[in-house]
């Protein structure tokens, strides 16, 4: 599908879901969806009104965590960017995670099982199918989110990923306008006072995260390595790991369910 097929496509599904984007640019190609959104923000930040997108059929020089590149074929995935006005706190780590639970939501929307991997990964049976990655502009005082969802991708290049279309066939602009339906509600609700963690957006998205209730092996900044049970998520939205030494927040870092052996 072209760009200019999808954009007419996700403007008749974001009319039919409820969602009017105030902003939509989708080109063939680019290197990064939210390095274009940033310098575009930074240029005429008027331009772009909250949740506002920019997303394409093709990005070259997509990034997850850690700078890990991640490629796929042009029409294979549902790749953009969007933006949320919001003040710094220490509550900016329920972003990502209501991220997270908005595309979950709308993949089960859609007739499939999906869950969130704290603190930005959505999973189908425990394997990743979404990635989140947030980016703070403080020029402008928003938040540019990034996601990118395996929606036909024929050739998944690591076992531990897999594609939507495995278990539905999903229409990605239909997927988009539920997840923006799903993640204006979500943010809005969530930062309309300074306690996310004590709104029904948090507890919706908290009751998908799987990671909470497994045995995690956390690999923190600075190749330090942390093991034990996920026992909740903080009011801060850090992960909550119990072990043989007492209760750890942790704020960043890759994890791993570990399962039993």
Known sequence: MSSHHFSLAFERAAHASGFEPAHVVWPESVGSTNDELVSELMRDPHAWPDFSIYGTEFQSAGKGRMDRQWTVQPGEALTFSTVY???PS????????????????????LGVNATVKWPNDVLIEGKKVCGVLCRYVGEVGAVVIGTGINVHMSDVPVDTAT??????DVDRAELLARIMVHLQGALTQAFAGDQPAHTQAVAQACSLISTVGQHVRVTLPGDTTLEGHAVGISPSADLRVRTDTGAVDVSAGDVIHVRPA
């Open 163 to 168: 594609s939507i279309h495995h278990y539905n």
């Open 85 to 87: 006005r919001v003040e």
């Open 90 to 109: 220490d509550n900016l780590g329920w972003v990502p995670l209501l991220t997270g639970w908005s595309v979950a939501q709308a993949i089960r929307d």
